[in-house]
């Protein structure tokens, strides 16, 4: 009985703030939340792919960072799931062990070398952008958005 | 049962038109084989409400909101007492999903298809397909139980009923929500959703229907005595039609999950390899 109180109580509050609630966003599905990362900042990295791994539930890409101070890190990078990537013009062909690239991607919080992809800007001049963050109305109509012609992010060293 | 019953009886009219009038005794198949049997199996088909062509892709958030408190039995109470957190949901783990929580999660869409008797609901973003029984037959006793359960589904005008049963113990079924969180501007598309254990008989009964050729609404109303005094009705929800060749159905299987939520703690650890479960 205590709880259904604390439920109608909640429902009022809610009820008063439905408008708020309606502005809310929800993220494209994943197959994860997006706790672990920096959403509300962008990193680039530059360096060298590792490897690459196009499988469901995400993509991963390793990218080997030369620092400023000459020390090399391996960053760990996940990406949407290949299929909503595909949707958003990737091919498992377009990234290759070796390639030089920039990768703007939300860090993680606690100082690991992990992050979530946004942009991927390959030595051919292709630009990728992940789905991640999209929403509905974007994957089944609007399509893929204008990808960026430089890195966003700040640059890490 | 009285449902089943109800339901039989309304579809067997109109299978016994195109086939045999013991064609809805128990166990006794009703496939169309004659040309003429098969002729009027598909044009009964081609009158039906377009759900076929495209693919279907959930605009609403992730998890169901629960506006309206639903009426709950001391034992879901005691359940959502008890409820933590974890970092994520078990899905981070690659097992499959329950209903409707597979179908919610969106990102990728769902494609139906139909044959004589039958509508399957293709899940990309689960990579497990519906089957929708539409020869009137009643309900398994009791069915075996799986995932996304045992659908019998009829039409009243223009919407398709769907009364699922059977599901496995563990699927993933939210109970309710701490609207909290939402309150608070949390930006996470879980944020306050409470998982549950659903009971054994559970019974999910699906509305869905065009608002127009772009648009699905799919109500689904909870039948479980065991967690709500009486059957919850969520809101209904939204598909987007996509035609587009990027829309198409891909195969979708959960071979190189890094992720792993121990349950016990409830953390979510990322790029666990020698620990994430893929299926």
């Known amino acids: 009985m205590k709880h259904n109180k604390t439920w109608n109580r909640l429902q009022l509050v809610g009820l008063a703030l439905a408008a708020a609630a309606a502005l809310y966003v929800p993220a494209a599905s994943a197959h994860h939340s997006f706790g672990k990362f920096e959403m509300m900042k962008l990193t680039t990295l530059h360096g060298t792919v590792r490897d690459w791994k196009w499988a469901n539930p995400h993509s991963w890409l390793t990218v080997a960072v030369v620092k400023a101070d000459g020390s090399t890190e391996d960053w760990a990078l996940v990406g949407s799931s290949p299929n909503m990537m595909a949707r958003w013009g990737w091919n498992a062909t377009d990234i290759h062990v070796g390639d030089i690239v920039s990768v703007d991607v939300h860090a993680g919080h606690d100082g690991e070398h992990i992050g979530a992809i946004k942009n991927v800007f390959l030595p051919g001049g292709k630009v990728l952008v992940d789905p991640a963050g999209s929403n509905g109305e974007g994957l089944a109509g609007a399509g893929p958005t204008t990808p960026p012609s430089k890195p966003e992010g700040e640059l890490y060293k | ?279």
């Open chain 2, 1 to 279: 049962m009285s449902r089943s019953h109800i339901l039989m009886t309304a579809q067997c009219a109109w299978i016994a038109l195109a086939i045999s009038t013991s064609a809805c005794a128990a166990d006794k198949p009703v496939a169309p084989q004659t040309p003429q049997q098969l002729k009027q199996a598909w044009r009964a088909i081609a009158a039906l409400p377009d759900f076929w062509q495209g693919t279907w892709q959930s605009i609403g958030a992730i998890s169901d909101d629960f506006p309206v408190p639903p009426d709950y039995t001391p034992g879901a109470l005691e359940q959502i007492r008890n409820f933590k957190p974890t970092e994520d949901s078990p899905f981070a783990n690659c097992t499959p999903l329950g209903l409707p929580f597979a179908q919610s999660i969106g990102g990728m869409p769902m494609k139906f298809f139909q044959s004589p008797g039958l509508i399957a609901l293709y899940i990309e973003s689960s990579g497990m397909t519906r089957f929708i029984h539409t020869d009137a037959r009643a309900h398994s006793n009791p069915p075996n139980p799986s995932y996304l359960g045992e659908s019998i589904g009829h039409w009243e005008g223009d919407t398709l009923v769907v009364d699922t049963t059977g599901f496995v113990d563990g699927t993933l079924f939210q109970i309710g929500r701490d609207r909290r969180a939402l309150l608070q501007g949390d930006p996470n598309p879980m944020a306050g959703v409470i998982f549950g254990k659903h009971g054994p008989d559970m019974h999910l009964v699906e509305r869905m229907r065009l608002l127009d050729f772009k648009t699905m609404e799919i109500q689904t109303t909870i039948h479980d005595s065991t967690v709500f005094n009486k059957p919850y009705t969520l809101p209904a929800r939204k598909f987007l039609r996509g035609i587009e060749r990027r829309n198409e159905p891909q195969e979708w299987a959960c071979t190189d999950n890094r992720d792993y939520l121990d349950p016990e703690t409830g953390k979510l650890e990322l790029n666990v390899k020698s620990k994430a479960q893929s299926r």
